[in-house]
């Protein structure tokens, strides 16, 4: 079983800043080399929503919502992904999940989400 465990949540006001960070964890010890790493988020009353991917081989999309203030980061080498999320305005207050896509094997694992608030 793949284990994925986020931490980083908090409150902040507007303007600031949070890094998100996400683990994926087997018993095997498997390193996750491959697959997709993505960040999403889910606000009340909204759908869940695409906010960041980043490919085995680097390629990276952002919505269009959060380009240029936000960047995802993959380490394989210590299975993690990373979403640093700068500019923050009181629109990305939402629970954020990351997942990882092994689309080779046809697999995805969720995060168990974690808080994000922006507010003065």
């Known amino acids: 079983q793949v284990h994925l465990v986020e931490s980083g949540g908090g409150s902040v006001q507007p303007g600031g800043s949070l890094r998100l960070s996400c683990a994926a964890s087997a018993a095997s010890g498997y390193i996750f080399s491959g697959g997709v790493w993505g960040w999403f988020r889910q606000a009340p009353g909204s759908e869940r929503e695409m906010v960041a991917t980043?490919?085995?081989?680097?390629?990276?999309n952002y919505a269009d919502s959060v380009k240029g203030r936000f960047t995802i980061s993959r380490d394989n080498a210590k299975n993690t992904v990373a979403l640093q999320m700068n500019a923050l305005k009181s629109e990305d207050t939402a629970v954020y999940y990351c997942n990882l896509w092994r689309y080779a094997k046809g697999s995805y694992y969720w995060g168990q989400g974690t808080q994000v608030t922006v507010s003065s």
């Open positions: 980043v490919t085995s081989s680097g390629n990276t």
